[in-house]
């Protein structure tokens, strides 16, 4: 089977990859959007959005799925398969069932969760250990649950859990928190979520779930009755071990148009080198890759 040719291929459906689609399509580029699992990724899953431009308030799901029609309107095409494989020196992207071909190539994979890489964690994953709240969070329905971390995926986690959930754990190695002030007041406004500071998991037990957790505070063992344990410390970029120019976390090095060391392939999201990871600047990325890979086919046509 011959690979189908495209003048841009992105890499990843969230709000990078999805404006850089929008961006792509209208400068009438042939563009092919991949994505192996939901559209939006990460900020699908996000079920209260507040400081997104334009609007006061709106889901995750919602605001990604108006991008993506956008994308569609102006042209864009989307497949829901896995990258196998990524050649990059000869532009091509090879899927679990296709092979591909482009002028261009836009990464925004994104990142993906960090493990507290203890004994047992990935023996409950799905059986109690999760990373989403709202993926997740109804299989514990008046039951009780934990969160680790703080920063705003954890607050969130909690929040959403705190509403339907008997009690939950927010447990947190310092008493300072990288959270949202607003979102932290929202959870301790909640009622029924306890805070253990100053604390870390040291064990996971149960038998075909998971049933305890044991915390050190203080220097101080803890056992915790828990259903669920949701991980929430932050988050690795999911770079596909790709031959280009890192910094020293694994994030992707690009220049100001958003191009990689190497000519022709561009990054833009989180998967990127940046100083702030939000939406608006998922988008910012988005939009300058896609109008630079179009300014760099254009000119490459010029001189043919």
Do not use: W
Not at 40 to 69: H, R
Not at 222 to 249: A, C, R
Request: hydrophobic share 40%.
């Amino acid at each position: 089977m011959k690979d189908v040719n495209y003048d841009v291929i992105i890499c990843g459906a969230g709000p990078a990859g999805l404006t850089a689609a929008i961006y792509s399509a209208r400068a009438n580029l042939k563009t092919l959007i991949i994505e192996k699992n939901i559209v939006g990724g990460l900020t699908a899953i996000s079920s209260n959005i507040e400081n997104y431009p334009g609007f006061e308030k709106i889901d995750g799901f919602t605001l990604c799925q108006n991008m993506l029609n956008s994308a569609l309107k102006f042209g864009a095409e989307i497949v829901y398969e896995e990258i196998t494989n990524l050649d990059l020196k000869n532009k091509k992207v090879q899927t679990n069932k296709n092979g591909y071909r482009a002028k261009s190539i836009i990464i925004c994979l994104g990142v993906i969760p960090r493990k507290l890489n203890i004994k047992n964690e990935d023996k409950f994953l799905g059986k109690g250990i999760s990373f989403c709240a709202t993926c997740d969070g109804t299989f514990f329905k008046n039951k009780v649950a934990a969160v680790i971390g703080g920063g705003n995926s954890a607050f969130e986690n909690a929040l959403y859990l705190s509403k339907i959930c008997k009690k939950v754990y927010l447990i947190h190695r310092s008493e300072k928190f990288k959270a949202f002030s607003d979102l932290v007041d929202s959870v301790k406004k909640s009622g029924n979520v306890e805070f253990l500071l100053n604390s870390a998991i040291i064990e996971l037990e149960g038998h075909d779930k998971l049933e305890q957790i044991t915390i050190i505070k203080d220097n101080k063992k803890q056992v915790l009755k828990s259903d669920g344990l949701f991980i929430s410390i932050g988050y690795m970029p999911n770079t596909l071990k790709l031959d280009l120019k890192t910094d020293e976390n694994g994030y992707i090095v690009t220049d100001e148009n958003k191009q990689t060391s190497q000519s022709g392939i561009f990054a833009a999201g989180d998967i990127r080198q940046k100083s702030l990871r939000q939406i608006v600047t998922a988008c910012s990325d988005g939009a300058v890759a896609a109008t630079n890979a179009f300014e760099l086919i254009h000119n490459t046509k010029k001189k043919l």
